[in-house]
């Protein structure tokens, strides 16, 4: 039998630093030093004033499930052994939004509003992948 391995994200010299924060178990955010915005995914400018002076800063790490789906079929032979599981798109408490799968919850009790919290997968050596579950 024939196993297809689940693709990784490459991290980029823009995008490292938050996979780094993801393999510490730290979900990093960047916020503009000129206007204050927070933003997620990592760019190289402001989503909001264009500037380049870009920090990093740990999120708490919880938020609400703005919308959810739940995947039956699998995108690839890769996935075949997770369906069903639930993806959500997560409003975080900082503003900026993230999709991710969603663990450790009965998928009929997900809900628009449902408060939730992050955890890290560790995929490779390097690469740990964030998800959310039921906030405690």
Not at 28 to 56: I, M, Y
């Amino acid at each position: 039998m024939t196993t297809t391995a689940k693709p990784l994200p490459v991290p980029t010299a823009v995008t490292a630093p938050y996979w780094e924060g993801c393999r510490r178990g730290v979900l990093l955010l960047q916020r503009c030093t000129a206007c204050h915005a927070v933003q997620l995914p990592p760019q190289r400018h402001c989503g909001s004033c264009l500037g380049d002076a870009l920090e990093w800063q740990p999120a708490a790490g919880t938020g609400r499930i703005t919308s959810w789906t739940v995947v039956r079929h699998p995108m690839s032979a890769a996935f075949a052994a997770d369906v069903p599981y639930a993806v959500a798109i997560v409003a975080l408490d900082e503003g900026p939004t993230m999709m991710a799968r969603i663990r450790d919850c009965d998928l009929d009790a997900l809900h628009v509003g449902m408060r939730v919290g992050v955890g890290f997968e560790p995929r490779s050596e390097t690469i740990a992948l964030p998800y959310f579950r039921p906030a405690r």
